[in-house]
Each structure stands twice: as structure tokens, then as C-alpha cells.
T-cell receptor, first 113, second 112 residues
Framework: AQSVTQLDSQVPVFEEAPVELRCNYS??????LFWYVQYPNQGLQLLLK??????LVKGINGFEAEFNKSQTSFHLRKPSVHISDTAEYFC???????????FGAGTRLAVHP | GAGVSQSPRYKVAKRGQDVALRCDPI?????LFWYQQALGQGPEFLTY????????KSGLPSDRFFAERPEGSVSTLKIQRTQQEDSAVYLC??????????FGPGTRLTVL
């Protein structure tokens, strides 16, 4: 069975500092990996996805993630965060087919001035 | 509208009441998913439709939960005899087959 572990439930950071949100997955088959962002009282918005090809994936809002098969990780990074990046971030995995998503518990990113 | 819409956005029910939650997917999207998001948790899969066919309902927590999509467009998630543990945000997502899922804003259900 697939599962996703987000190692940090909360990450506080100062504005303009770099940030990394960690995600590890377990799966016995090939996977597709996603990062979603959820702002308060809103649905999920796709930040980026890894399907195949280059292991470094660039997404919206300056975020990027690197797929590391040997470490079964897909950590999300941004070199300089803004106050507006304060939100909940979810890592998710699917093995394809009709793309039922398995989500991690989420990481709350709090950007302070 | 261009996105997935859900109604109502907020629902308060007394324990034992039946509720119905509606999802309007993006026009032309074949696939429709329902997820349940408990407070402080990630979304968990409930059920999946391809057009009007419910192909996977393995995530429905009990037989009090029922979903339908009779014409392959709008979907309704019904919860009978609501319990306090049903309190959560219910998210709907739609996609063209095997593509990115677009999520609605969710319905926050509170059972008193």
C-alpha cells in the first residue's frame, strides 16, 4: 500500500528566508508525486507534479521539488518565501490508473515578517 | 464558472440528520472524486466516478455514506443519520481522464 509522510507538521520561517518542506513516500510500484497548497477556507491548488523525466520539477509561485527515488523523497523548496506563502502544504502520491491521490497529513508553513 | 463548485459551503447538522452535499465539476471532466478532510489532517479518498459509473467506493467509511452521479455531471454525496465523527471538510475534485485533479472549495460539515 502507498503512504506519504510529511515529517514536519509546522514550519515557521522569516520572510525572504529559504524553506524546505519534507515529504517521504512508500510504494512498491512506480509513482507520480504532487505538492498541493491549501489557503484558509479554500480548496487545494496544484503547485507542481512529478510524472517522469527530470527529477527537478519547477512549479508555480517559485516553488520547486526534487524527486529522489533512492531516498523515496520529494521535498519542496523555495529560495525566498513571502508572507503570502503562509498556508498548508500537502504532498500526495498516486500510482496512476485513475489517479486516486494518497495525501500526507500536511505541513503548515508560517511566514513571519 | 470555470472551476469546481460545491454547495453548501457550510452545513451544520444535528446528530441523526441526513445531509446532501453537491459538487458541480468542470464541464467535460469525466472523472470525479470525493475526499474527506478531518481537522488537521490530509484529505482521504472516499469514492470515484468515471462519468456516471461509480468505479471505486472503497473509501466510504460506512454504509451511511452514499454518492451518486446519475447523468455523469453533478454529483451528490449523501450522509444518513450523521454522527459527530462525520464532521469534516468534504472536497470534490474533477479531472479529464488521468490528468490533474481540480479541487472545489469544499463543504465544511459540523455535526452537533
Amino acid at each position: 500500500a502507498q503512504s506519504v509522510t510529511q515529517l514536519d507538521s509546522q514550519v515557521p520561517v522569516f520572510e525572504e528566508a529559504p524553506v524546505e518542506l519534507r515529504c517521504n513516500y512508500s510504494s512498491s510500484v512506480s509513482v507520480y508525486l504532487f505538492w498541493y497548497v491549501q489557503y484558509p477556507n479554500q480548496g487545494l491548488q496544484l503547485l507542481l507534479k512529478y510524472l517522469s523525466g527530470s527529477t527537478l520539477v519547477k512549479g508555480i509561485n517559485g516553488f520547486e521539488a526534487e524527486f529522489n527515488k533512492s531516498q523515496t523523497s520529494f521535498h519542496l523548496r523555495k529560495p525566498s518565501v513571502h508572507i503570502s506563502d503562509t498556508a498548508e502544504y500537502f504532498c500526495a502520491v498516486t500510482s496512476g490508473g485513475y489517479n486516486k491521490l494518497i495525501f500526507g497529513a500536511g505541513t503548515r508553513l508560517a511566514v513571519h515578517p | 464558472g470555470a472551476g469546481v463548485s460545491q454547495s453548501p459551503r457550510y452545513k451544520v447538522a444535528k446528530r441523526g440528520q441526513d445531509v446532501a452535499l453537491r459538487c458541480d465539476p468542470i464541464s467535460g471532466h469525466v472523472s470525479l472524486f470525493w475526499y474527506q478532510q478531518a481537522l488537521g489532517q490530509g484529505p482521504e479518498f472516499l469514492t470515484y466516478f468515471q462519468n456516471e459509473a461509480q468505479l471505486d467506493k472503497s473509501g466510504l467509511p460506512s454504509d451511511r455514506f452514499f454518492a451518486e452521479r446519475p447523468e455523469g455531471s453533478v454529483s451528490t454525496l449523501k450522509i444518513q443519520r450523521t454522527q459527530q465523527e462525520d464532521s469534516a471538510v468534504y472536497l470534490c475534485a474533477s479531472s479529464f481522464v488521468n490528468n490533474e485533479q481540480f479541487f472545489g472549495p469544499g463543504t465544511r460539515l459540523t455535526v452537533l
